[in-house]
């Protein structure tokens, strides 16, 4: 399997570094054989008078003046853009086109990168791509960024119109956001997300339990990712009352009101933990959730949380999502909500080791390295398409400098 090598890559991330996304994934491991800077995130957030947007203000505004801009983090240098927290003011959008260029320009020139590839895993950066001269521009967007609750939906659409056609090359994590941004650019590639297997698959030899899951009784019918507005909560709800006896296990930062579910005995939230522990808590679940909302950004959605379940052969129950629809011999998929209670009941009872064996096959065929090496083929081809065409735009402006000279 080959990997991009020798390049620089400049990446603007949806999302700050610590955050364990997509972005963050490919840049460590293209850190290996290539120099990276990762910028953190510019936020995407609508004025709003709320605790939420104040917050991420204060947090981005105190990154912007602080002295540890360039922060080393694995092998890849992190930065703080210098930017307003303002994303839809023209007036900010301007000021932000203006520092943020001139910020890559500086790294640009201290770092001695004679070229580099641009990577953008968020629209709001698209209003800086004619400040800057990339060797190429790949756009990685991971979910429809317009059809979320808390952006500017008209603008985020012409961002992300305009991240798209000013791309070399799209790759996208679902078949929708590619079918989105296929009539802006005929290079768009549809490369799902990838899975830590080892990480994952080892917890099946660990004998550790962890301790806030010691007590909780069997069987468990677990969930881990963030508890945010993606989440359909009366799945949950009704699941919880039709399995008494059965234990709710939910794993992840609390981003909305949980006071629909907190008060049912057999539900225990037990927070965000570390990434390196999912596995330990992922092996005493004897069902997995992915408990989504049926919605326009939910279709897009590319859950990274199955191809972990499937690592260790966990039984799965669905929200009908169209890439999760893709797995429906191996996944139990609930139409509706009485439908989502009954397939938990079957997941619950299933003892096949047939289909356990075939998750795992489908977690092995995702994993990092076989992903990193379709996602380098398709950079590389791009980029040789990108010197084509300039070397045929060369000979066409040498041309007819000759025809002029004479």
């Not at 104040?54 to 990154?63: P, Q, Y």
């Not at 677990?222 to 909560?233: A, K, M, P």
């Not at 069902?287 to 989504?292: A, M, S």
């Not at 279709?299 to 669905?318: M, N, Q, T």
Request: aromatic share 10%; glycine share 4%; charged share 20%.
């Amino acid at each position: 399997m080959t990997m991009l090598s020798g390049h620089n890559i400049i990446c603007f991330g949806s999302e700050r570094w610590e955050y364990p996304g997509l972005q963050q994934t490919i840049m460590r491991y293209l850190s290996k054989e290539n120099r990276v800077l990762f910028f953190n995130s510019l936020g995407t957030r609508r004025i709003a008078f709320d605790r939420t947007f104040f917050r991420a203000c204060t947090r981005r505004l105190t990154a912007f003046f602080s002295d540890n801009n360039h922060a080393p983090a694995d092998s890849v240098r992190v930065l703080n853009p210098h930017f307003i927290p303002l994303t839809y003011s023209t007036l900010a959008t301007r000021i932000n086109r203006s520092l943020i260029s001139r910020q890559c320009r500086s790294l640009v020139s201290e770092m001695q990168l004679s070229s580099y590839i641009l990577w953008i895993g968020t629209p709001v950066v698209s209003p800086l791509l004619n400040r800057l001269s990339p060797d190429l521009v790949v756009y990685n967007p991971v979910d429809r960024y317009h059809a979320f609750s808390f952006v500017d939906s008209v603008k985020m659409k012409a961002y992300e119109r305009q991240a798209a056609q000013q791309a070399d090359v799209i790759l996208c994590t679902s078949t929708a956001i590619r079918n989105d941004l296929l009539r802006f650019n005929r290079n768009t590639f549809n490369v799902s997300h990838g899975v830590d297997f080892a990480h994952f698959s080892a917890a099946a030899q660990s004998s550790c339990v962890p301790d806030d899951i010691r007590g909780i009784r069997p069987p468990i019918i677990g969930y881990f990712g963030g508890l945010s507005e993606r989440v359909n909560y009366t799945l949950i709800r009704e699941t919880a009352r039709a399995y008494p006896d059965a234990s709710v296990v939910l794993i992840g930062s609390q981003l909305v009101s949980l006071d629909e579910i907190k008060t049912i005995p057999n539900v225990h939230c037990l927070g965000r933990k570390p990434f390196s522990m999912l596995p330990l808590y992922l092996k005493h679940f004897s069902v997995c959730l992915i408990p989504y909302q049926v919605n326009e950004l939910m279709d897009a959605v590319d859950p990274i949380k199955l191809r972990e379940y499937f690592c260790l052969g966990k039984p799965v129950v669905s929200s009908p999502l169209p890439e999760v629809a893709a797995y429906d011999d191996l996944v139990f998929i609930g139409k509706d909500t009485d439908d989502f209670v009954t397939k938990v009941g079957l997941a619950l009872a299933e003892k096949d080791d047939v289909l356990t064996a075939r998750r795992i096959q489908i977690a092995q065929q995702s994993d990092w390295p076989a992903k990193m090496a379709s996602i380098s083929d398709i950079i590389q081809e791009a980029l040789q398409r990108k010197r084509g065409k300039k070397r045929i735009i060369g000979s066409m402006y040498g041309f007819k400098e000759a025809n002029r000279d004479q």
